[in-house]
């Protein structure tokens, strides 16, 4: 079996891994985050030869170049869990918003996307021309899932984006694997990467905003529409609820309330607690009587206040309506700005925690000057999390290290290698097709 890695080899993004084995199957096929978004190393010839996609989860790193496929010969299916393909609907209709200059493929595309895919259920196998292929909870973000392919005589798992930790709506990853091939992500590989306790984590970011609630500041919070951004609006309504944090308005504005709806029609693939508590109504964490949504076009509804909180798209400050609240409210010392989650090199939000006292948006510069910070929610296990789930995989005689900054890549692989017994480790070259 050949394995050909067209993204995020020794970088995040543009996830796109292609197995070769009776049958071409490429295992998502998504754009790198910046500025100028970077695409899979993909020639229409291997397009138009490919027999099948498998879609892991709905970030725009994983599924966002799929159209470009449609636009260049693929005629076959994308299989997908229910919530991914929910959610692929709204992030890709944003991601042609924002980049209407120079995109990749049209809505012509994502709708042939849409009408393309072949929906699969958790833990429930489903069988191509050579394979048999499966879906397995991988915590992460809603519908999130990782891909067990399984030929005559081999086992590949490929992990997507994993959370092996419970969060507050999700369950963690599947941890009941056999494999002898693992193509393993390592956003967090580094050894110095520790995610604190939920709990920890939690108690920390209702505290920072406290803080500047109480100087009569306004926190600002860039987040992905989908993921942390639920966690963080939960966390947030817990607390208001119990009393611990101060009771003022929480803003939702961009994609984050559409997203916030599918997330509820997907309700079964959330926790237990969550389902049972949107069941008695009056506990439902989805309507809760704090949050708001800007009623005038420039906003000015959420500006009269002193002190509010501000959910808005894009988590890392690559344009969207967060981009207006920075414009009005970053100067002022007063406020604060709260980066969750990875920051991708390259990106505004990066930039802004390595120093840089401005941002730009259409071609004008805001200065910023009111607090940053960054809260350590992640939706990504983090070294020794990612070493242990390594070493849960029974079978295991490789692991591909993907999905990482280089020298996180390596740091993750050295420490597999020097753990799992036996397990030999690689971190492929961007391009790179390996013989397994
Ligand atoms: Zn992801
Ligand atoms: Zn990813």
Known sequence: MNVTFFGAAREVGRSAIMLEAGEKILLDCGIKPAKEPEYPLLDSKTIKSLDRVVLSHAHLDHSGYIPGLYGQGYKGQVEITKPTRDLIQLLL????????????YSQVEVSRLLKSTSIREFDEPFKTKSSTIRFRTAGHILGAAMTEVHTANRKILYSGDIDIRESRLLDGAATDLEADTLILESTYGAKSDKHPSLKTTGK?????????????????????????????????????????????????DGMVTRALRIYRHNAIYLKKEIQRRILTSEDDPFKSEFYFIPQRKDRGDVF????????????????????????????????????VGYQAAGTQG???????????????????????????????????????????????????????????????????????????????????????
């Open 304 to 339: 009269e206040h002193d002190r509010a909180i501000i959910l808005a798209t894009s988590g890392m400050l690559n344009g969207g309506p967060v981009m207006s609240y920075l414009d009005k409210l970053g100067s002022d010392e007063r406020n604060k700005l709260l980066l």
């Open 93 to 104: 209709a944003d991601f042609l918003r924002l980049n209407k200059i120079n995109p990749p």
């Open 350 to 436: 990066r930039e802004l925690l390595e120093g840089r006292g401005y941002v730009e948006t259409e071609g004008r510069r805001i200065d910023i000057n009111c607090e940053i910070e960054q809260a350590p929610f992640s939706g990504h296990s983090d070294h020794a999390e990612l070493v242990s789930f390594a070493k849960s995989v029974k079978g295991l005689k490789s692991v591909y290290v993907v999905h990482g900054e280089g020298s996180k890549s390596y740091e993750l692989a050295e420490a597999i290698e020097a753990q799992c017994k036996g397990v030999q480790t690689i971190v492929p070259e961007l391009g790179e097709t390996i013989r397994i």
């Open 204 to 252: 920390g970011f209702i505290d920072s905003v406290n803080r500047t609630l109480k100087r009569g500041g306004k926190v600002i919070i860039p987040t992905f529409a989908i993921g942390r951004g639920q966690e963080i609006l939960f966390t947030l309504e817990s607390y208001l609820r119990s009393g611990g944090l101060e009771r003022v308005p929480i803003y939702l």
